[in-house]
C-alpha cells in the first residue's frame, strides 16, 4: 500500500508548473499501477489546448467554471464542479478557465513523470488570456 498527501509532493519534482496551470502528480508510472493520477489547477483567465496523442485521461473537476471544446468535433461544453471529461478518443481539446480550476486527472497509460510537453504525445500550449 503506499499512501501520500500532497504536503508531501508540494515543491518536489512531483509539483510541476506550466504557464497557467500547477500539477501535482501523485501517482506516475513508477509506482507500477498501470496509470497516473494527478491534480492539476489551471489559472482563471487562462486558454490552453491539449493534445495527449498516446494517453487516455479523465478529468473530473472540483473547483472553477469555463468551458472545453472538443477541437475534433467542434463541440464546446459547459464545466462546472461535478463536470467530467474523458478523452477516449485522443482528442484535441481547448480549455478556456472562467475561474480558476481545479481538477483530478487519471491518465492511461501513466505519466512517467519525464516526458517533455512537446513529445510523447503531450501538447498542452497556452493559447491566450482570456481578454488580453
Ligand atoms: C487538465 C489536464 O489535462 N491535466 C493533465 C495533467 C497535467 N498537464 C500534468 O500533470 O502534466
Not at 37 to 66: D, P, Q
Not at 77 to 90: E, N
Not at 113 to 132: C, F, R, T
Request: glycine share 12%; aromatic share 8%.
Amino acid at each position: 500500500m503506499i499512501v501520500r498527501s500532497t504536503a508531501e509532493i508540494t515543491g518536489t519534482d512531483r509539483d510541476v508548473e506550466g504557464q497557467g496551470w500547477r500539477s501535482k502528480r501523485i501517482v506516475l508510472g513508477g509506482d507500477g499501477v498501470g496509470f497516473s493520477f494527478h491534480e492539476t489547477t489551471i489559472e482563471a483567465g487562462t486558454v490552453h489546448e491539449f493534445h495527449y496523442r498516446h494517453h487516455v485521461e479523465a478529468v473530473w473537476l472540483i473547483e472553477g467554471e469555463g468551458t472545453l471544446t472538443d477541437l475534433d468535433s467542434g463541440i464546446t461544453y459547459a464545466l462546472a464542479p461535478g463536470s467530467m471529461y474523458l478523452l477516449d478518443g485522443h482528442e484535441r481539446h481547448r480549455l478556456e478557465v472562467r475561474t480558476e480550476m481545479r481538477m483530478m486527472c487519471v491518465f492511461n497509460p501513466p505519466v512517467t513523470g519525464q516526458e517533455v510537453h512537446d513529445s510523447n504525445g503531450v501538447y498542452p500550449l497556452v493559447v491566450a488570456q482570456i481578454g488580453a
